[in-house]
């Protein structure tokens, strides 16, 4: 069957590959595991919580109307929780939308948002419908989201899918084309310009990526082999992201301890800045993940 619904989850699987298969938690519309050819691709910690307790650590957690934690307290996000509160709410399973390539929809409202949580965004006067849409082909996944401002007044938001990726080794791990791009780097609390021909790791790191060029691809590779392409679309910013030993042993529901060896997060979203939008009006964007291929070294000179 390509599409299996229990009680919490959705499971797509490729009809023309029972190996390939995504996982869908309907807690954050969290997508928990993305099996290609029965290899895991995502990291998913052994101490996550998937009953609905707390945000999934691991997957592809949601961020939505802020990243992080908003520090200007006179901004309507101010009150929130750090990345906002979709990847804790539970999603509407809508249905598949096409049986090749398998495509499902969840959908997301303020009515199914805790409303203590909900208050916390301009008292709660915002009104939206989210549409999440999860498209598992041979050898890629897509996830795609769609904002509607069904109120009558506009707002402003920040977006991000924060994929933890599988890796062998995090020392071993280079992401390439981030080149010359303007970050932010939230350790040392500066903006610069990125001077690696190529990102590696060996301590903690967590950069913010800024207004680069849609057609980047980023490419996670491993001894000269591409594990993983991501392509964004409608999503300016990439959030790159490895706890490493200290904040890994800070992080609860962080297991195993080791576990920052295997996983590093790279997150296409619209975080530097927000999207405005306007009553009535809709945005879009989304991630592409693939798998292999060739190294693909791109500049800012063409
Ligand atoms: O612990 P959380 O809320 O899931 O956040 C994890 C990390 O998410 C990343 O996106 C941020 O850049 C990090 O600063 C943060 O630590």
Redesign the pocket.
């Known amino acids: 069957m390509p599409v299996e619904e229990t009680d919490t989850q959705v499971i797509v699987t490729l009809p023309s590959d029972p190996t390939t298969k995504v996982t869908i938690l309907k807690y954050g519309g969290t997508v928990i595991s993305w099996l290609n050819k029965g290899n895991e691709q995502l990291w998913v910690s052994e101490g996550a919580f998937l009953d609905g307790s707390k945000?999934v650590?691991g997957g592809i957690?949601l961020?939505f109307p802020i990243?992080?934690k908003q520090k200007d307290e006179s901004h309507p996000t101010y009150p929130l929780p750090?990345?906002g509160f979709v990847?804790n709410s539970t999603w509407e399973f809508l249905g598949q939308t096409t049986a090749n390539p398998p495509t499902v929809q969840f959908g997301l409202g303020p009515e199914q948002i805790n409303s203590d949580l909900l208050k916390l965004w301009d008292n709660g006067s915002n009104d939206f419908t989210l549409i999440l849409t999860v498209k598992l082909e041979a050898e890629k996944l897509t996830t795609e989201i769609e904002v509607e401002n069904t109120g009558s007044k506009k707002f402003e938001f920040n977006w991000?899918f924060?994929t933890y990726f599988k890796i062998p080794d995090i020392t071993d791990t280079l992401i390439n084309n981030l080149i010359d791009q303007k970050c932010y780097d939230?350790l040392l609390k500066e903006h610069y310009t990125e001077k690696s021909p190529i990102i590696s790791f060996h301590e903690e790191f967590?950069?913010?990526y800024q207004s680069i060029p849609l057609d980047k691809i980023f490419q996670i590779i491993e001894f000269g082999k591409v594990l993983i392409n991501v392509r964004r679309l409608n999503l300016p910013d990439a959030?790159v992201?490895n706890?490493w030993i200290k904040?890994s042993e800070a992080?609860a529901d962080f297991f195993p301890k080791t576990g920052y060896l295997n996983m590093v997060?790279v997150?296409p979203g619209n975080v530097s800045s927000f999207i405005n939008l306007n009553a009535g009006e809709k945005w879009k964007g989304g991630q592409e993940l693939s798998i292999g291929g060739e190294i693909k070294v791109q500049t800012n000179i063409y």
């Open positions: 945000p650590r957690p961020v990243f992080g750090q990345h990847r991000l924060h939230q967590d950069r913010i959030v992201w706890p904040k992080t997060c997150e």
